[in-house]
């Protein structure tokens, strides 16, 4: 539908506090960040029950929030973001490897992680929380400029002139990514202003509006090929036949889509009458209340974001949106755009039309941030604190009598998760990386198998692979190893917290690379003694054996033992070589190390999936710096 003016006497320039302040008065906006209250309106002349706000609504259920990762499956998102190396070009897929189909899983969004969301919001500063309201705006978030882009009809040929052909939308994706824009989900847009956390640099929020059938044949196919996420705003009266239209979208092909975390579906009304503003009361709760309700069943999952028709809204138009549950709305203008911060409110958040996408490119930004930690060193001899990337990569030995350790220091570290198993050597050959070590424990039940004993996030793949749900209990409280950009942490694996990516995230924001190790060998700078390795199988034996920590100075470590050794043993030369932490990764005929292309182990090990890689400081640029080289691709 073409952009019309808002309805006079409730433009959004009448100052940004205006809905709000009717909407409290009339007893909405009782929700403070996320605290269920009571919310009661006037709808045909009368008052309405008082109702809780569903936690699902407030929880950001289906992203981790205002990280850069637009899902809980996937964080192709940040390494698109940050890493020129994977910046497709016009008709090519973003570089690098993605998990095989048979190794893949749905998401996993437990109960536990839900809540996890929620109350990882209410734990925000008092600062940030001191005056916010719902649906008010957080004042942090005006400050920034997140343009909201509405897309209509895409085709292959324009007929009015807010068509886009498929061609013209793929040159709005490259423009895009070549401005080092950050595409975000209106989960994460509505987390940024209702708390002002700022958001990734440079976001911009996609929408598709009307349910054409272009959206799934044209517009949903170049989202999955430069992985964007997005809204699109269904009408359902559309693909049940009750409005004709120059083409819809199928129940099935909606449904494939919603199934993707890419994708959020609102819901746009039943039939998309011309103006909201002017239906009689019980025709609009129908209109807001029973599309929510349909969109619901059919896609079995909750709709928690509005569109208005054309942009038209009033008071009585945004309470209704508010009773039937509705989080947020979006709407629109013929003139005079904003950005959404600009937006009168939670229930009125703008949008610009496709037409002026080229001016906002170099406008949008994500508000302020606080300080990033920094890769300066930590001073030598520290036991906790800080983390130094920044030094070369380097070999050396630690001899202690008839023990010897091969050890390699410096540089980013990073996961590769393999499609199969191979020799270290192999897996790292094709990469950035110039030194690995064998990493998690993986399933031995076939030969090609790359299924890792637990859950595994790794740059190589972009994927988070949830672990087996019933083998995942058994590693409780074995080290979970998490990787960000600028630190590396080694926390107890909890199965009921960490087998998502939201699970991830509560634990290390920005995490990059994950998975469970055997055992902690030092923890804090202490030697684990014999008891702390529980049920382990064959921790006293004497084996080659493979480990990955951070030293003293902050920096990450990788090695093997050239000699046979047992746990504990390991663990006490581990801390006198210098680490503050260390994990047992596979060992025994898994035990591998490599260095500049060479294995430096002396005899063959057995394959492997999944290997910690080092690479070079020079070399390691953005949050994923692991770069596959495109003939890689086929064999890893």
Sequence with gaps: MPRKELSSGFNSVQGPKKLSRLLIAAGFG??????????????QGSLVKPQGVSSALVGFTHSPGVEAFPSPVSNARACLASNPAFNPTPGQAPRGPEVSAANSSPPLISPKAE????????????????????????EQARLARVPIVMYHDILPEQLVSFDVTPAQLEAHFQSIVERGLTPISLDQLVAHLRTGQPLPEKPILLTFDDGYAGHFEHAYPLLKRYQMPAVFSIFPGKLDGQVAGRSTLTWEQLKEMAADPLVTIASHSVTHPPNLTEVPDEQLWQEVADSKARLEAELGKPIKYFTYPAGYYDERVAAAVSRAGYLAALTMRQENEQFAGASESLLAIERFGQSNLEGLLDLAWGGERAAEPTLSAAPSGVSAGGFDF????????????????????????????????????????KTNAIAAVDGGFFSLEFLDSNVMIGPVLSQSSRRFIPGNGSENPRLNGRPLVLITPNSVQFVPFDAARHNTLNGLYQAAPGVTDAFVAAAWLVKDGVPQP??????????????????????????????????????VALGRLLADSGLRNAVMLDSGASTSLAFNGESLVEYVPRPVPHVVALIPPEQANGACPLVMQTDANAAL
């Design 115 to 138: 809540l996890g969301a929620v109350q990882a919001l209410l734990k925000l500063s008092a600062s940030q929380l001191e005056g916010v309201m719902w649906p008010q705006i957080h």
């Design 30 to 43: 009782g929700l403070l960040l996320g605290a269920a209250a009571p919310l009661v309106g006037v709808v």
């Design 390 to 429: 920044s030094k070369p990569v380097e070999a050396s030995e630690a001899n202690f009598g008839e023990d010897s350790l091969a050890l390699i220091t410096g540089g980013r570290p990073v996961t590769i998760h393999a499609d199969s198993r191979y020799q270290v050597p192999e897996i790292v050959a």
């Design 530 to 567: 014999a008891g702390s390795f529980g049920t382990l199988f064959d921790f006293d034996a004497y084996r080659h054996r493979a480990f990955w920590g951070i030293n003293t100075a902050g920096q990450p470590v990788i090695g093997v033992s050239h000699t046979r050794i047992d746990s």
